[in-house]
């Protein structure tokens, strides 16, 4: 298993403009989360999905953010229109069921996004 | 971009010396911890994890060990290497609000001295 793939690694972007961060999770997982890591905060939960419905948005920052499961192997993070404070690492990450939402939690690598 | 961050503890260890790093956790009905390690440019991995009845769980070298009445986690690392140099964070697992909640805790970094 290639485990969880994020996409793009870096992002760099001009401030306004849209950002997409892209997540495959494992095959099998039915949890699916989408953190945010930065030095101020360290990691933060944004979103979460079970069986591919947000449960959980409590964590979104704003209504620029918002955060997509079309189907079970891939979701989307969406920051529209960016600003310099949404520079940050973010991490995907998927679990599979087994009474809490951590068992098996596995993370991908992160986008590290930069908005100048 | 941010002016101030946090500063990570940090934590230097001859290689070959045991490692102990501490964490606080915050809400009393938490009740499953983890320990994750992040290198530098990777996600979180999963060390070792442990449920709130118990009070200490071995691993491959490592050991937690869970103290309820000082809402108090620690993992031990035996014999310290210098691939265990990363950032370590406990994690915290409870319900609010009618979900499952994690909060990760700031992190400590390790340094292996060869």
């Known amino acids: 298993d290639a485990g969880v793939i994020q996409s793009p690694r870096h992002e760099v972007t001009e401030m306004g403009q849209e950002v997409t961060l892209r997540c495959k999770p494992i095959s099998g997982h039915d949890y699916l989360f989408w953190y945010r890591q930065t030095m101020m905060r360290g990691l933060e939960l944004l979103i979460y999905f079970n069986n591919n419905v947000p449960i959980d948005d409590s964590g979104m920052p704003e209504d620029r953010f918002s955060a997509k499961m079309p189907n079970a192997s891939f979701s989307t993070l969406k920051i529209q229109p960016s600003e310099p404070r949404d520079s940050a690492v973010y991490f995907c990450a998927s679990s599979t069921e087994g009474g809490s939402s951590v068992y098996g939690y596995t993370f991908g690598s992160g986008t590290r996004l930069t908005v100048v | 971009g941010e002016s101030v961050g946090l500063h990570l503890p940090t934590l230097s260890v001859q290689e070959g010396d045991n490692s102990i790093i501490n964490c606080a956790y915050s809400?009393?009905?938490?009740?499953?911890f983890i320990w994750y390690k992040q290198e530098s440019g990777k996600g979180p991995q999963f060390i070792i994890d442990i449920r709130s009845n118990m009070d200490k769980r071995q691993g491959q070298r490592v050991t937690v060990l869970l103290n309820k009445t000082v809402k108090h986690l620690s993992l031990q690392i035996a014999a310290t290497q210098p691939g265990d140099s990363a950032v370590y964070f406990c994690?915290?697992?409870?319900?609010?609000?009618?979900?499952?909640?994690?909060?990760f805790g700031i992190g400590t970094k390790l340094q292996v001295i060869p």
């Open positions: 809400n009393s009905a938490s009740d499953y």
């Open positions: 994690a915290e697992n409870f319900f609010s609000g009618g979900y499952q909640k994690v909060t």
